[in-house]
């Protein structure tokens, strides 16, 4: 389905150039965007994003600005979802068209951004879809998965092996209200805190240990 | 696009001045603009010198400690909602306080430029600040901090000085005793004898018209100034002074401190031209005042009567609230009120003997359980307490238990009838189970140790922290040896004891949330018994039961020895007695304030350096509960 090089959308090419810029070696210089996806199911490609939520992490700072939640318009519609994710197909809120969405998003992105978001895969792997949709590539971003250092974070015995945790669990672990939990942008908050406070223990000297941490996300892109 | 982010910022500033003067409008614009910061724990927001930043800092969860230039004391620590780092940006100067996050720590960066104008604009958000940079406070609404330095801060907490007593109206004898103008100074001295009273009043056509005391008796007769025979008239005080009988103690002292006298006349309406309906003695303040530990033991001792215990019991609490006013360490504090709430508890005892047709068959003891027994019991609530008595021959067994049922029983009702209510659960003298001979204690508590589930768990913890009240030392003293020696032989106990200990939830949450209750009546409301006092109480239990300490029940005491017996941990072990008293005080002043046992905070009423006070101590329960994670290798068997 890839488009010639000349057919893809300016905001593509804007977004893939700026990666020419190379990643920086301390976590405090990196870029990170926090995000989470509300769809309506778990299958890549049969469901949909409901909404999209991000934030900039910066050396420990989120300045409030940058962050942003876009709600899409839909297609196909499950209903089952919707009393997870409160998002009505034809709720009250403003909905755009999800190219609209990538485009904000791919925004937020550039300049070599790392991806931060819990159980990554899933949330990159629905991006990807829409992204393909679109006649776009997939996304260049490095990525990270909160649950995976969530697990390296812990003790060895204390592992598990299939590294699956639910944000609620890393709540729960780090006390951090739910208030927001199942909106994309709470959600995404929360991620953020918990990767923080990951980070506290993890205490990678480089971004580059940092990603070689986490590679459990193979797993997951294998869905 | 919709922003919770800022939403939330908004939500949490809104709570706070000078945020609280803005408009709803202007709140969410200026939100838009914060940045969120986490910050580890040590991590220096600025230092001192440092050129100001283009932002200032609310702390949303955790605290910052801003220190003087040598980094040696810190001179204030801002917690939720404090604003810091603002002066430097209106001076236009670098920082002159280093910033260092004493926790992780979550801070709102509002930049200046985006505030400047509500500065210029909303007067009382000026003013706000005019007011706080003036006073060197962070918040002069503050009342408790007004005018304080911010050295002084943290010394000096809410002192306010509302008269203790000033409410309390005085509880004078209403049995007057009088003799006319015309009585012989003999008689008068005889009656008086007779009585046991300080003064006769002197009344004429039923109105008081003089007074005479031990003092005139001294000064005019003993002298040889009147004969014995002389008329009461000669030597009474007159006219006499009278008020009203709605006099609250302060008043009477007043009264007494200004006319230079000993005894008032109360009437009807407060002048002699009414009916005198009590005398009031300095005597009668000091036990209204209760502020006489001796006076009260010693009233205690002459009661004849379980309702007469009663009225000084609320002496014992008056004499509580003053201590606790007054600051008297608590340590102190706890030692007097227990004497005297074991004095009450012992003459109830004694009552009951009375009443008994025999005395007791043998040798028994009286146990206090639960927060009695550690002695932390200083406001009034339930009865936890359990008969032991010496071992009989099997055939006269149940015949020793029924008289001692019967004694407990009415015991109990006497301790209920001073205030201390029934235990809901039964844990009681009067139950079988728990009044019982040595033997049958020590099998039972052999049950629990060597079969350690969660009742027996929670029973032990309630049953190990007794304490006679009454009886016999000696049999008490060997069922706490064969407690101690059973523990030694299983180990695995101390395990279950100490998961138990663990089981209590958390006092707060990330950043130091208090952890409040989610649902049921007490909703919102912070469970200081169970979530801060509990851990710390069920903690010394296990730790001293594994260095087989008997005799010790009382939590900071139990702390104080481990500290001695184990130098390395020497500093935790302090710091968690210093926890309990502190937690202990501030449950009892809660409890008084409220009128209730002062289990259930409303944590909106708390003043901030009160909450401050309550955090610090959770520090302190968490290393605990890790060192008896550790030590006990609770995770062994969960």
Known sequence: MASKKEDLPEFWKTYEASFEKKLPEGIAETVFVVLDTETTGFSLKNDRMLSIGALRLINGSIPAKDAFEVFLKQTTFDAKTVEIHGILKKGKVKRIEELEGLKILLKLLENNAVIVAHHVGFDVGMINQAL??????????????????????????????DGHYSLDVLCEEFNI?????????????????AFLRIMDTLKPVSLEQLLKRDRFWEFWKSF | MKNTISERIADFLKAFPPFSNLFKKELESLSEEVTIIYKEKNSFVFTVDESAHHQFYVVHKGAIALWDKDEKTVLDICDEGDIFGLRPLMANENYRLTAKSEEETILYAIPIEKFRPYIKENRRVADFLVESFASNTRNPYDKTNRGQLLGDAFQSNSKNNTPLFDLQLVDF??????????????????????????????????????????????NKIATGDYSITAKAKSIMSSPVITYPTKLTITQAQMAMMKSNI????????????????????????????????????KAIKRTNKAEEIKPL?????NLLRGYLEQNI???????????????????????????????????????????????????????????????????????????????????????????????????????PKWCNSLSGFKKMTSKWITNPGPDEVLLSSIFFDYNRTYGDKELVSKLSHHIFDTVEQ?????????????????????????????????????????????????????LILSKNIPDISNTWERYEKMAELEPSNRELFLACSYATKALLRFRTKQGLANNDS?????????????????????????????????????????
């Not at chain 2, 008068?188 to 003092?215: Q, R, V």
């Not at chain 2, 019991?313 to 609490?317: D, F, L």
């Open chain 2, 173 to 218: 004898s209403k049995k007057i005793v009088s003799s006319t103008e015309q009585t012989s100074i003999k008689s008068i001295a005889d009656k008086m004898t007779s009585h046991g009273i300080g003064a006769m009043l002197i009344e004429k056509e039923g109105l008081p018209i003089g007074i005479i005391t031990d003092k005139d008796l001294r």
């Open chain 1, 132 to 161: 393909v949709r679109h006649g776009m590539p997939k996304l260049l971003n490095k990525t990270l998965d909160t649950a995976v250092l969530f697990n390296r974070s812990l003790p060895r015995a204390k592992r598990k092996t």
């Open chain 1, 177 to 193: 209200p739910k208030t927001d939990r199942h909106t994309a942008l709470g959600d995404a908050y929360i991620t953020a805190i």
């Open chain 2, 329 to 431: 360490p608590l340590t102190l504090t706890s030692k007097i009120i227990s004497e005297l709430n074991d004095a009450c508890i012992k003459r109830v005892v004694e009552l009951s003997l009375e009443r008994m047709d025999s005395g007791p068959p043998v040798k028994f003891a009286w146990l206090a359980m639960g927060s009695q027994g550690r002695s932390e019991q200083l406001l009034h609530t339930d009865q936890d307490n359990a008969l032991l008595f010496e071992d009989v021959p099997d055939s006269k067994f149940d015949k020793t238990r029924d008289y001692f049922l019967k004694l407990a029983r009415f015991i109990t009702m006497g301790l209920n009838t001073i205030g201390y209510e029934y235990c809901p659960a039964d844990m009681m003298g009067s139950n």
């Open chain 2, 313 to 317: 019991r609320n002496g014992v609490m």
């Open chain 2, 262 to 297: 000993s005894h008032l006349v109360l009437t009807e309406d407060g002048t002699v031209h009414s009916k005198a309906v009590g005398i009031l003695s300095k005597h009668d303040i000091m036990l209204s005042l209760g502020n006489n530990p001796a006076v009260l033991v």
């Open chain 2, 490 to 542: 299983y180990p695995i106990f101390l395990t279950h004891l100490a998961s138990g200990a663990l089981m209590n939830p958390s006092p707060s949450g990330f950043f130091r949330e208090f952890l409040v209750e989610q649902d049921g009546v007490h909703k919102d409301f912070f469970d200081l018994k169970q979530r801060a006092l509990m851990p710390l109480v069920d903690a010394a239990r296990v």
């Open chain 2, 598 to 638: 002062g289990r259930y905070i409303n944590l909106e009423q708390l003043t901030k350096e009160e909450k401050m006070k309550l955090k610090r101590t959770f520090k302190t329960i968490k290393q605990i509960q890790e060192v008896l994670n550790v030590r006990f290798m609770v995770s062994r068997i969960r």
